[in-house]
């Protein structure tokens, strides 16, 4: 029950090649075809040179009876003596589990025995370069035990206390100091962390990634950027000082480490490091925000806008009361009700009271409260930083944009938590002491909004949620299974990346940690946070309605109606999703007629179960969860999927740099409370208030830094495959499907040019702000470099 095997054909004059594209070669192979062998449904592939190869499609010419039949291969294939049999490959033709033709049926089920590391005789111990091992494992790789006990960090996963998705396996050994912790590699071997071989970057994606990467590794920039920063005692005296880093670019010291290297460094990766003249200086490019104008991010107009449409837009919601009141237990945190008053909002409400204002639904938050109170005592005594909890509100003005009313700042008791939370409360300002105080008011809440930013709305509700789909989809959908080629797409180096930033972003003593005000507590907290996140929650209309922004309305195109018409995220972002959902229900509804055939899908079933039970393991008794017993739910749920890893990744990434590039604009951190009367600091802000803003916010190495790996971040690489793209035209043979594609390609192309109109039309003033900044970030195509516009089909940096 094998199927019928041809005679083997050889590669022959393999080193006679004919270049296609920089890095690939052609070669043709005669095989012997006899009619018994019917539709070839499958190869097998021997290598046996001593070097690996990329194997990227094999296509048979005039089959007789068939025609042409492609291979999608996009897989790495080494040496004969490291596999126990042979690698194969399967045509494009997709089946379903119970339509699979009876010679290839074993072939299927063998293929995801050896991906799910269960062949007899497989080593379960630490898995090598060449293995295409998919399993699960706790974040339990992020501290460092054995260097120092400050580095040790609590594993994430497999707790109630601390529950987390779960990240691929390496294997790695134990730590000496705690045998829960898992070894880690040294920096230099940082690319060599184990991840399934066919989700190691693309050789194009990993020369862009080091080129630009290399300026962003803490490690190296260190020893160079703190050199630098001893001789400015670490602070910029001016806003100037700032802008020179963009417009000048910085100076290294004679004798540095660069000096020592750069002799060695590749001509064209020494471009991307220093300017031509060769003489050592980092210049970073001029993030969009003071592009055109250098002061309006300090508008308070800016301030509100950059909620709706830059790059965190996603967790302002409808204030639906006041006083605004806090989940936090009581009985742990005492009284956490805020103390922003009638009086405080309503003067400021263009002749509404407070109440008409609640009712007619003008009113929002942008709540960083509960989410810091917990961990405030321990990061205001524990690290150097010093910040607060805090409070938004805002009013939604005639003219459609967001203005700030009051910003409620609060620490913990000084008595302890149980006695509650102690809260100061500010309104705008727009000169004196009193407008530099209220700048300083919306610094704090920056703060806030860049850490939440980057742990939650990012790192954690994007990269590290999608990475147990990747690992489940791999272990239990075989390749020629419909949804598998539907969502392969969509995982395309998350694994990797996901991988490297445990190594030198989110580990203990990290990039992240560094420049991040949460500071060790980083990844602990994105934890707790984890404990809310749910699954259906995800899908773009479901969190609008959950945040009150918008609100169903059978009506409306899409199924809401927008609380905020000029939201620039939310109106492109439901034309992307509708965009989405309809491709994928024309796609599920060719290879589904019936529900019966979703819940008779073995292969389906075997993946849904495990991704609930094993890749998200600490939600897997949750009620929300699809059961996975209907067209609808398999619909929902791959769009969902698709939504998270395109979309909103995009949405939330590649702002970055636009924005963030800038530190002042979104400081990580701050070093020093508000000043009070009477203090040498409230004399400083009132006589020289833009030293006192640069010396409470982030600091000059931090700012080095950051921005040096949000400018990696946020740059599209020159392999990158964007929504409605495919790696080759011959991904299926299904027409059908391929028709369904051919028309999302229409759509995105349609959304696309009403983008475009929209930033062209002055009456939707949210779209480019004070800072002529246009909304980009949901554009479905891009092109490599700091674009700001884009949607990658992955979470692939």
Same mark, same amino acid.
């Given at each position: 029950?094998?199927?019928?095997?041809?005679?083997? /054909?050889?590669?022959?004059?393999?080193?006679?090649?004919?270049?296609?594209?920089?890095?690939?070669? =052609?070669?043709?192979?005669?095989?012997?075809?006899?009619?018994?062998?019917?539709?070839?449904?499958?190869?097998?592939?021997?290598?046996?040179?001593?070097?690996?190869?990329?194997?990227?499609?094999?296509?048979?010419?005039?089959?007789?009876?068939?025609?042409?039949?492609?291979?999608?291969?996009?897989?790495?294939?080494?040496?004969?003596?490291?596999?126990? #049999?042979?690698?194969?490959?399967?045509?494009?033709?997709?089946?379903?589990?119970?339509?699979?033709?009876?010679?290839?049926?074993?072939?299927?089920?063998?293929?995801?025995?050896?991906?799910?590391?269960?062949?007899?005789?497989?080593?379960?111990?630490?898995?090598?370069?060449?293995?295409?091992?998919?399993?699960?494992?706790?974040?339990?790789?992020?501290?460092?035990?054995?260097?120092?006990?400050?580095?040790?960090?609590?594993?994430?996963?497999?707790?109630?206390?601390?529950?987390?998705?779960?990240?691929?396996?390496?294997?790695?050994?134990?730590?000496?100091?705690?045998?829960?912790?898992?070894?880690?590699?040294? %920096?230099?071997? +940082?690319?060599?962390?184990?991840?399934?071989?066919?989700?190691?970057?693309?050789?194009?994606?990993?020369?862009?990634?080091?080129?630009?990467?290399?300026?962003?590794?803490?490690?190296?920039?260190?020893?160079?950027?703190?050199?630098?920063?001893? /001789?400015?005692?670490?602070?910029?005296?001016?806003?100037?000082?700032?802008?020179?880093?963009?417009?000048?670019?910085?100076?290294?010291?004679?004798?540095?480490?660069?000096?020592?290297?750069?002799?060695?460094?590749?001509?064209?990766?020494?471009?991307?490091?220093?300017?031509?003249?060769?003489?050592?200086?980092?210049?970073?490019?001029?993030?969009?925000? @003071?592009?055109?104008?250098?002061?309006?991010?300090?508008?308070?107009?800016?301030?509100?806008?950059?909620?709706?449409?830059?790059?965190?837009?996603?967790?302002?919601?409808?204030?639906?009361?006041?006083?605004?009141?806090?989940?936090?237990?009581?009985?742990?945190?005492?009284?956490?009700?805020?103390?922003?008053?009638?009086?405080?909002?309503?003067?400021?409400?263009?002749?509404?009271?407070?109440?008409?204002?609640?009712?007619?639904?003008?009113?929002?938050?942008?709540?960083?409260?509960?989410?810091?109170?917990?961990?405030?005592?321990?990061?205001?005594?524990?690290?150097?930083?010093?910040?607060?909890?805090?409070?938004?509100? %805002?009013?939604?003005?005639?003219?459609?944009?967001?203005?700030?009313?009051?910003?409620?700042?609060?620490?913990?008791?000084?008595?302890?938590?149980?006695?509650?939370?102690?809260?100061?409360?500010?309104?705008?300002?727009?000169?004196?002491?009193?407008?530099?105080?209220?700048?300083?008011?919306?610094?704090?809440?920056?703060?806030?909004?860049?850490?939440?930013?980057?742990?939650?709305?990012?790192?954690?509700?994007?990269?590290?949620?999608?990475?147990?789909?990747?690992?489940?989809?791999?272990?239990?959908?075989?390749?020629?299974?419909?949804?598998?080629?539907?969502?392969?797409?969509?995982?395309?180096?998350?694994?990797?990346?996901?991988?490297?930033?445990?190594?030198?972003?989110?580990?203990?003593?990290?990039?992240?940690?560094?420049?991040?005000?949460?500071?060790?507590?980083?990844?602990?907290?994105?934890?707790?946070?984890?404990?809310?996140?749910?699954?259906?929650?995800?899908?773009?209309?479901?969190?609008? @309605?959950?945040?009150?922004?918008?609100?169903?309305?059978?009506?409306?195109?899409?199924?809401?109606?927008?609380?905020?018409?000029?939201?620039?995220?939310?109106?492109?972002?439901?034309?992307?999703?509708?965009?989405?959902?309809?491709?994928?229900?024309?796609?599920?509804?060719?290879?589904?007629?019936?529900?019966?055939?979703?819940?008779?899908?073995?292969?389906?079933?075997?993946?849904?179960?495990?991704?609930?039970?094993?890749?998200?393991?600490?939600?897997?008794?949750?009620?929300?969860?699809?059961?996975?017993?209907?067209?609808?739910?398999?619909?929902?749920?791959?769009?969902?999927?698709?939504?998270?890893?395109?979309?909103?990744?995009?949405?939330?990434?590649?702002?970055?740099?636009?924005? /963030?590039?800038?530190?002042?604009?979104?400081? =990580?951190?701050?070093?020093?409370?508000?000043?009070?009367?009477?203090?040498?600091?409230?004399?400083?802000?009132?006589?020289?208030?833009?030293?006192?803003?640069?010396?409470?916010?982030?600091?000059?190495?931090? #700012?080095?830094?950051?921005?040096?790996?949000?400018?990696?971040?946020?740059?599209?690489?020159?392999?990158?495959?964007?929504?409605?793209?495919?790696? +080759?035209?011959?991904?299926?043979?299904?027409?059908?499907?391929?028709?369904?594609?051919?028309?999302?390609?229409?759509?995105?192309?349609?959304?696309?040019?009403?983008?475009?109109?929209?930033?062209?039309?002055?009456?939707?003033?949210?779209?480019?702000?004070?800072?002529?900044?246009?909304?980009?970030?949901?554009?479905?195509?891009?092109?490599?470099?700091?674009?700001?516009?884009?949607?990658?089909?992955?979470?692939?940096?």
């Amino acid at each position: 029950m094998q199927g019928k095997r041809g005679s083997p /054909a050889y590669l022959e004059d393999w080193i006679t090649t004919n270049k296609i594209v920089a890095g690939e070669s =052609t070669f043709d192979i005669t095989f012997d075809y006899d009619e018994e062998l019917g539709f070839p449904g499958a190869f097998s592939i021997q290598n046996s040179h001593h070097s690996e190869f990329f194997l990227k499609t094999l296509t048979l010419d005039d089959v007789p009876g068939h025609g042409p039949v492609h291979f999608e291969c996009d897989s790495w294939v080494y040496n004969s003596h490291k596999y126990k #049999t042979d690698r194969i490959f399967f045509s494009n033709q997709a089946y379903l589990p119970s339509e699979t033709p009876e010679p290839l049926r074993l072939h299927r089920e063998e293929e995801l025995v050896k991906l799910r590391g269960e062949e007899e005789g497989s080593n379960p111990g630490e898995l090598q370069e060449w293995d295409r091992i998919y399993d699960y494992a706790y974040y339990n790789d992020l501290g460092d035990p054995d260097k120092s006990s400050d580095l040790a960090r609590p594993v994430l996963g497999g707790s109630k206390e601390y529950p987390y998705p779960r990240r691929g396996r390496t294997g790695r050994p134990p730590t000496d100091s705690d045998p829960n912790s898992e070894g880690r590699i040294p %920096l230099l071997r +940082s690319l060599n962390i184990y991840v399934p071989r066919d989700e190691r970057f693309g050789h194009l994606k990993l020369s862009d990634f080091l080129a630009f990467g290399l300026k962003s590794i803490a490690q190296f920039l260190l020893p160079e950027l703190e050199s630098f920063c001893d /001789a400015t005692q670490n602070e910029f005296d001016s806003f100037q000082d700032v802008f020179d880093i963009y417009e000048g670019g910085l100076k290294l010291p004679k004798g540095s480490l660069f000096d020592d290297i750069k002799d060695n460094i590749p001509l064209e990766l020494l471009k991307q490091l220093i300017q031509t003249d060769g003489e050592g200086y980092f210049k970073y490019p001029m993030p969009q925000v @003071i592009k055109e104008d250098k002061s309006a991010w300090r508008t308070d107009d800016e301030f509100g806008r950059e909620m709706l449409a830059g790059v965190n837009p996603v967790l302002i919601s409808l204030l639906q009361d006041l006083p605004i009141t806090s989940k936090l237990d009581p009985g742990v945190y005492g009284n956490q009700t805020s103390t922003i008053t009638t009086d405080h909002v309503e003067p400021l409400l263009e002749g509404l009271t407070t109440a008409e204002a609640l009712k007619s639904n003008r009113l929002f938050i942008l709540n960083h409260h509960d989410t810091l109170m917990p961990y405030l005592r321990r990061i205001n005594s524990s690290t150097n930083i010093k910040t607060y909890a805090s409070r938004t509100v %805002l009013f939604l003005k005639k003219d459609g944009t967001l203005k700030p009313l009051v910003i409620e700042l609060s620490l913990p008791h000084p008595d302890g938590d149980q006695f509650g939370a102690v809260s100061k409360v500010y309104t705008p300002a727009e000169s004196g002491v009193e407008g530099s105080i209220w700048q300083l008011a919306k610094a704090y809440v920056a703060v806030n909004d860049s850490g939440v930013h980057q742990l939650i709305s990012h790192w954690l509700n994007t990269h590290a949620v999608i990475e147990p789909f990747v690992i489940a989809t791999n272990r239990q959908l075989s390749v020629i299974h419909p949804i598998h080629k539907l969502l392969q797409p969509h995982y395309r180096d998350t694994m990797n990346v996901n991988a490297f930033a445990r190594q030198i972003l989110i580990n203990g003593g990290g990039i992240l940690e560094l420049t991040v005000f949460p500071a060790k507590y980083s990844m602990e907290m994105s934890s707790i946070i984890y404990k809310d996140w749910n699954f259906p929650d995800q899908a773009l209309p479901a969190d609008l @309605i959950k945040r009150g922004m918008a609100v169903e309305d059978s009506s409306s195109p899409h199924g809401v109606r927008l609380l905020i018409e000029d939201y620039p995220y939310a109106v492109d972002g439901l034309e992307i999703w509708a965009s989405i959902k309809s491709w994928v229900e024309e796609y599920c509804n060719f290879y589904y007629k019936t529900d019966e055939m979703v819940q008779k899908d073995v292969e389906l079933q075997a993946w849904w179960k495990e991704l609930r039970e094993k890749g998200h393991g600490d939600k897997k008794d949750e009620p929300w969860w699809p059961k996975m017993q209907s067209v609808k739910e398999l619909i929902d749920s791959c769009s969902i999927i698709i939504w998270v890893a395109s979309a909103l990744h995009a949405a939330v990434n590649f702002g970055q740099y636009p924005y /963030a590039g800038y530190l002042p604009n979104r400081p =990580t951190l701050s070093r020093r409370f508000m000043p009070e009367p009477g203090t040498p600091e409230y004399e400083e802000l009132r006589t020289n208030p833009d030293v006192a803003y640069l010396r409470t916010i982030t600091a000059q190495l931090q #700012t080095l830094l950051g921005i040096s790996i949000i400018e990696l971040l946020s740059r599209h690489a020159s392999d990158t495959q964007y929504l409605g793209q495919r790696g +080759s035209p011959d991904w299926t043979k299904d027409p059908e499907p391929l028709e369904a594609f051919n028309k999302f390609c229409t759509k995105l192309n349609a959304i696309e040019q009403k983008i475009v109109q929209m930033n062209n039309d002055s009456r939707w003033r949210n779209r480019s702000g004070p800072v002529k900044i246009p909304y980009t970030l949901l554009y479905p195509t891009g092109e490599a470099g700091l674009t700001g516009k884009g949607i990658p089909n992955s979470v692939s940096i």
